[in-house]
Structures are given as structure tokens and as C-alpha cells.
């Protein structure tokens, strides 16, 4: 196949249509073929010898495409940028100026580009790719030019050409080349409100607030009836702190020019500042003057959520469920809205629908627990094995998912060999290494739980959870009495109310024989959370205390609300 291509090269004229590509794609870094075409007109027979120019012309370009071939980028952009400069044909040194710039050789690419620009044969499309040249290699001048020259070629109007640009200027050049090149921009268009745009939404990257607030407000006064200018405003508004004047732009603006943009950008704000019941009366507004704007029913639909009208909330997904581009987001939160409810059918039918995007995984995994809540615990892991085949990337949330599964089970020799494979592929993950500690622990593998909480600790000093775990372990399944209170009064430091730290150091007091002093931390520890295993504790206390019939009293009321509470059914065998 190669060497036909070199039969075919030899007898073609200058060599040099090479093949064009996408600029967008070469800009976007996407692969590049480098595989040059022959033109469709035939050259003359060549009645001399080919010169050493034209045979070091074929040795470039021919170079250039064995490299390609061989996705050797670097070398093929070697190869073609000499073979532009060798024959100065345009489309050549367009050629080598997207392979030059795909290998970010931006040297490279400007000195192909040049060539190209200086014959007079760019395109108008390839206007865009030499001014991307241009803005990389911070040619202010050239840049200029080429804007110059896009702006006269262009077939659209004047102020979208200009937002055109102003996006290849943001994306491609760096801050002082960008400011400088809208800044001349801003000089020679200064009654275009768009180029005042481009500068506010550039002075917004940048986050230098009020400028990006002066040149907006510029745009609203040029083009009082164009609401982009508006809605950056209030954007820039918002991002400074002062959500009251991007309201009362956005309220004041939408009603005056009757523009939806603004009015759904308004009860947007009002939810993203929690004010639902405001939201939702705009949100109405919007749905009843148009029949056909279904993101204002969404929104609609979620502030009804945000509202607890969970029937409201149906109806509207539901309707919403039929519309093109609507369905899978509806369908999600008719599940969770289902799941909520726990119509656990209902909501499984929905999360069903959910196709691949980026509510899928939540709705499969969600999935699962609906499976383990419905007592099929082999299914609802199947769906997370399957999860971490297909998103590999996110596999420690679905090992984690469904070691939270196993314990609520208490199957915990499938947990802790669940949590050895998930650590053997990560085994610097800290989370997973805190969730095995607490299987071993189960487990009497007391020295691995130590060696999981000091690999976190080392990693996270103050890692609350994971000192709270280690003194409550060392208290609990050894004597190191003096190395838990180390970690457990660290623990407490951190957080000093914490239920689950004062449970632990009241357990720490009882094993220790300070039965006093344990009441008073677990009583604490009760009140803030009144659970199964801090009520075995403080009535174990209780007991040592001679208060009997307060610890059993104690025992039976947590067991009416957690029947299955491994520790109050342990104590209660255990001292009646």
C-alpha cells in the first residue's frame, strides 16, 4: 500500500494538496491522519529531471507521511514544515501548520502558517486556524490581521462574527495576550456592544469582578434590548456577592423586554438561593405563557420537590417524560421521588428508563439499594459488579456501595474479602482502607484494623473518624488503655460533642473500671444519639452501677426501635 502511495507521489506535480483535515479537530488536539491526496488534474509528462529542490521536496513530504503512518507526530511535523518551506505552496504549509500545531509545536506551527499567510491562499476557513497560531505564540500584530481579514470575509452579522472570535481569543490565547487583543478590539468597535461582552466575559474568567460589571453594564446601555447583555450583568452580579441587584436586574429586564431568557434565569436564581416559593410562582408564570417550554416545567418540577408537593412533582415529570430530551432526567426523578415513598416498584420501573448519561449511575446504584432493601442482596451486587466494569473510574464508590450493603447485612467475611480485592486495585485509598478496618474489626483482625487506621492516619492526621476508630478498637479488643485515650481525647479535640467520640470514650472509661466517669460521657453520648450500641454502653454502666432495672428498662426500649441491633441482643444474652 505504501509504496503505490510512492508511485503515485512521483508522478503527480508539486505534491502539494496534502489532504485537509477538520481545523477544529486539529485544534481540539484530536488525532490527525497524515496521509496526503493527489490532485484530480494530471501534470504534463515532465520532459527533464527532477531538480534537487523537487527530489528534497519528496523526500519531506514522503518523510512526513511514513512518520504519520507510523504515529510519529513530532517527526511527521519536522518533515512537512520543511517541505513548506521548501515549496511554499500554501496548502502544504497549512498541512504542516495543523500537524505542527496537534503536536503543540507552536514554533513550528507559526512558521508554516506565515508561509501560507504570506501567499495569499488561506481560506476562509484556515483563517481561524493561522489566527489560533497567532494567538498561541502571542503575535498581538498577526493576530490582529487575521481578525481583520475574518471579519471581512465573513457572511454573518458583525456582532456574531465578533462573539466568534472573542471565543477563540478567550480559549487560545493567554490572559495578557487576550486582554490585549479584545482591548484593540474594544478601539476599533466601540459602539458594538458584543465586543463588550466578549471583554466582561473574559474579565469574569480572569474574576476581576468589577470590570467585568463595568464593561457588562456598557452592553446593556449600547443594546438596551438585547438580554445577553443582561443576563452576563446579572451573572457578574451574582459572582460578586450581590444576588439582590442580579435579581432585580433579571426581574426588571425580563418583565421590560418580555424575554423567557431572563424570566427562567430569574426563578433560577430565586431556587439556587433557596426562596422555592418565589421560584415557583415564576416558574408558573413562564409554563402558562407558553405551552412549549419544557425547562420551565423542570424546574417547575424540581422546586415542587424542593417544596415536599411530591404529587405535583409526579404529574409534572410525568408529563415531561413523553418530550424529546426530557425523558431520561424525569424518568430519574420519578424514582428517587418513588424510592422516597418507598414504592419500591414504581421507582425501580422508573430508574429503569434512565438511560446511559450522567444521572445513570446514580439511578442504577440507587437500584441496588432498592434490591438489598427488598432482601435480594445478590442482585443488588450484581448491578454494582456491573457498575464497576463498565465506569472502572468510579469503582471505589461502588466497592464502597456495596460493602455498606454487606454490613447492614452483617455478612462480614463477604465484606472484609470484598474490601481486600477493592484494595489490591487501590490500595492508597484511604476510604476503603477506613471501611476494611471496621470489617476487620468485626472480625477480631485486630492488628489489620491498626494497620488500615495508622495508613490512614499517616496519610490524614487528623482524620476524625479514623482516631475515633483506633481508640475505640484498642479499648475495646486489647488493653492498651493509655494509646486509645492518645487517639480518643485527639478524637474529641476535634469534635467535642460528637456522639459516636463520647460513646467511644465512655466505653473507654467502663473498660478501664471508671464506672462513673463512663456513665457521665455515655449518658452524653445518648442523648445526642440514642442508638442500639450507645444504649448497650451506657446500660452496661448502669448495671456495674447497681442501676439494674434502668439498664434493662434502657435495653428494651432500644430494641423496640432497632429489633436487630447486634449489640443489645448481645448484652441483654449476656447479663439476663
Known amino acids: 500500500m505504501l509504496l503505490r502511495l510512492m508511485l503515485v507521489v512521483l508522478v503527480t506535480s508539486m505534491l502539494g494538496c496534502a489532504h485537509r483535515v477538520s481545523t477544529d479537530a486539529v485544534i481540539a488536539n484530536e488525532p490527525v491522519t497524515v496521509l496526503p491526496t493527489v490532485k484530480s488534474k494530471q501534470p504534463e509528462a515532465a520532459e527533464s529531471q527532477p531538480s534537487k529542490l523537487d527530489a528534497a521536496l519528496l523526500y519531506s513530504l514522503l518523510g512526513g507521511e511514513v ?29 504542516a501548520a495543523q500537524i505542527a500545531l ?108 468589577d470590570n467585568a460589571e463595568d464593561d457588562a453594564t456598557i452592553v446593556t446601555k449600547l443594546d438596551p434590548v438585547w438580554p ?39 426563578g433560577q436564581l430565586l431556587a439556587k438561593n433557596e426562596r422555592y416559593e418565589a421560584a415557583k410562582v415564576e416558574f408558573l408564570k413562564l409554563v402558562s405563557q407558553e405551552e412549549d417550554y419544557p425547562e420551565a416545567n423542570f424546574a417547575l418540577g424540581l422546586v415542587y420537590l424542593k417544596l415536599g408537593e411530591a404529587a405535583k412533582a409526579i404529574a409534572v415529570f410525568k408529563d415531561l417524560y413523553a418530550v424529546n430530551g426530557f425523558s431520561s432526567q ?20 422508573w430508574f429503569g428508563r434512565v438511560t446511559k448519561g450522567v444521572q445513570y449511575i446514580d439511578s442504577q446504584a440507587t437500584t441496588a439499594l432498592i434490591k438489598s432493601e427488598m432482601g435480594d442482596l445478590q442482585g443488588a451486587r450484581s448491578i454494582l459488579q456491573t457498575l464497576r466494569n463498565e465506569y472502572p473510574e468510579n469503582a471505589t464508590r461502588f466497592y464502597l456501595l456495596e460493602s455498606e450493603l454487606l454490613m447492614v447485612g452483617q455478612h462480614n467475611k463477604v465484606l472484609y474479602d470484598l474490601l481486600n480485592e477493592a484494595i489490591k486495585e487501590a490500595p492508597d485509598d484511604l476510604a476503603l482502607r477506613y471501611a476494611r478496618s471496621i470489617a476487620a474489626t468485626d472480625l477480631d483482625e485486630v492488628k489489620v484494623a491498626e494497620k488500615d487506621l495508622l495508613f490512614v492516619l499517616a496519610k490524614d492526621p487528623n482524620n476524625v473518624n479514623a482516631l475515633n476508630a483506633l481508640g475505640y478498637t484498642l479499648a475495646s479488643k486489647t488493653f492498651r488503655f493509655k494509646e486509645a ?54 446500660g452496661e454502666a448502669l448495671w456495674m452501677l447497681g442501676r439494674q432495672k434502668e439498664a434493662r428498662q434502657l435495653w428494651e426500649e432500644g430494641l423496640k426501635r432497632d429489633s436487630d441491633n447486634k449489640h443489645l441482643i448481645e448484652v441483654l444474652k449476656r447479663l439476663q
Open 67 to 95: 512518520a504519520g503512518q507510523r504515529g510519529d507526530i513530532n517527526m511527521a511535523s519536522a518533515f512537512y514544515v520543511e517541505a513548506a518551506k521548501l515549496s511554499k505552496d500554501p496548502e502544504v504549509a497549512l498541512r
Open 102 to 209: 496537534y503536536s503543540k509545536d507552536v514554533g513550528a506551527a507559526k512558521s508554516a502558517i506565515d508561509i501560507a499567510v504570506d501567499s495569499g491562499g488561506v481560506s476562509a476557513e484556515s483563517h481561524r486556524l493561522a489566527l489560533t497560531i497567532y494567538l498561541r505564540s502571542g503575535d498581538i500584530k498577526k493576530s490582529l490581521s487575521q481578525i481583520a481579514m475574518m471579519l471581512e470575509k465573513s457572511d454573518i452579522p458583525q456582532r456574531n462574527a465578533l462573539l466568534a472570535i472573542g471565543d477563540i481569543v478567550a480559549r487560545h490565547a493567554s490572559k495578557n495576550v487576550g486582554i490585549q487583543v479584545v482591548n484593540e478590539l474594544v478601539k476599533t468597535y466601540p459602539d458594538e456592544a458584543g465586543i463588550y461582552l466578549v471583554r466582561s466575559k473574559m474579565m469574569s474568567q480572569l474574576k476581576q469582578w
Open 228 to 266: 445577553v447583555g443582561f443576563a452576563q450583568l446579572s451573572l457578574v452580579l451574582e459572582s460578586k456577592g450581590e444576588t439582590e441587584r442580579a435579581l432585580s436586574t433579571l426581574k426588571s429586564a425580563g418583565e421590560r423586554l418580555k424575554a423567557r431568557q431572563l424570566m427562567m434565569g430569574y
Open 330 to 349: 424525569s424518568a430519574f426523578y420519578l424514582g428517587r421521588i418513588y424510592y422516597f415513598q418507598k414504592v419500591y416498584q414504581d421507582a425501580l420501573l
Open 485 to 538: 485515650r492518645q487517639y480518643l481525647t485527639q478524637a474529641l479535640s476535634l469534635r467535642p460533642s460528637d456522639p459516636a467520640i463520647l460513646d467511644s470514650m465512655g466505653w473507654l472509661n467502663y473498660r478501664e473500671g471508671h464506672y462513673e466517669e463512663a456513665l457521665v460521657l455515655l449518658q452524653r453520648a445518648y442523648q445526642g444519639s440514642p442508638e442500639g450500641e450507645i444504649a448497650a454502653h451506657l
